[in-house]
């Protein structure tokens, strides 16, 4: 059997069964035995995968191929994201034709209440799926209008700036509508105002220097999807509102997880005794919500700790 069908390509996964059947090998020794004189940069592309450690040590076959099919899942969802966007062009040019004018794919709203209202005009239309980044946690939309969403099935994630932490009302605020199923993590990067509803139109703040310049309205199919990938990759760096940061031997053991067959080398490696690193398993597997050992690095992976 190959995994080409789940996107690893022949060198890629010649390059991991070595790996996998040879845990102590080097790189000179595998370049040497796999004849590969670029091997370097197959390496890298494994761990850009989460196929391989920055030591050498090739991710469990069961924790590998759950990963490399959640990222096909990824790509099949994104393909058929872009051909949702055939609609929006089919609307586009039956205004044209009706109007007898171009539509305009990027169009700036010159003020904060005009994209207020156009915002919450599009939410009135039942959408499936809405993306919000902000400094801040409070919504703009109005809180009875969201709330009627959630309960409709709306799809919505709101991500914000770790500077609002400072704020205890920003905190509630959050928590309140994480428990009501709008989630919210926090991020470390650099935040704009975003939304993005359906994955087919945004709305960029303007002038990010001045406020009340307002904001451009996106619907170009190409700058909407670079948007929403821009949107996931930081969302999954991110982190839920109540999650406490890692500490750095935790993070050892979710590595010592993935890496080590049995409890007793992945506590020798780590220099600490078998019942510590037991205790700190179950301390995670608690955090992240996982039954097995191998859900928790599942999770871990999830949510970018690993």
Do not use: C
Not at 90 to 115: F, M, Q, Y
Not at 207 to 226: M, S
Request: aromatic letters at 6%.
């Amino acid at each position: 059997m190959s995994l080409a069908g789940l996107g690893v390509t022949t060198k890629q996964e010649h390059v991991y069964r070595y790996f996998l059947r040879r845990p102590h090998a080097d790189l000179a020794t595998a370049a040497a035995d796999l004849d590969i004189p670029d091997l370097n940069a197959t390496v890298a592309e494994l761990r850009r995968l989460g196929l391989m450690s920055e030591s050498l040590v090739a991710t469990k076959p069961a924790i590998a191929v759950d990963l490399l099919v959640r990222r096909r899942v990824e790509q099949t969802q994104r393909q058929l994201t872009e051909l949702t966007t055939a609609w929006d062009v089919l609307t586009e040019l039956a205004e044209e034709h009706r109007s007898g004018k171009a539509v305009h794919l990027v169009e700036h709203i010159p003020d904060g209440p005009g994209v207020t209202q156009r915002l919450n005009a599009m939410m009135a239309g039942a959408p499936e799926d809405f993306m919000y980044m902000k400094p801040l946690a409070t919504h703009s939309t109005s809180s009875g209008r969201l709330h009627k969403l959630l309960a409709a099935g709306l799809r919505s994630r709101t991500l914000f700036s770790a500077q609002a932490l400072g704020d205890p009302r920003q905190v509630r605020h959050a928590r309140l509508w994480h428990a009501r199923g709008d989630l919210h993590r926090v991020t470390s990067e650099p935040v704009r105002h975003v939304a993005i509803v359906n994955r087919s139109v945004a709305f960029v703040q303007a002038d990010p220097a001045r406020p009340e310049a307002g904001a451009l309205q996106i619907r170009q199919p190409g700058l909407v999807a670079v948007l929403v990938d821009v949107y996931e990759g930081m969302w999954s760096r991110a982190r839920d509102v109540d999650d406490r940061p890692l500490p750095p031997v935790e993070h050892q053991v979710l590595d010592a997880l993935t890496r080590y067959d049995t409890d007793d080398a992945a506590a020798r490696a780590l220099n600490i005794s078998v019942r510590k690193f037991r205790a700190h398993v179950a301390d995670l597997m608690a955090r992240l919500g996982a039954r097995t050992r191998f859900q928790a690095a599942l999770y871990a992976r999830e949510r970018g700790w690993l």
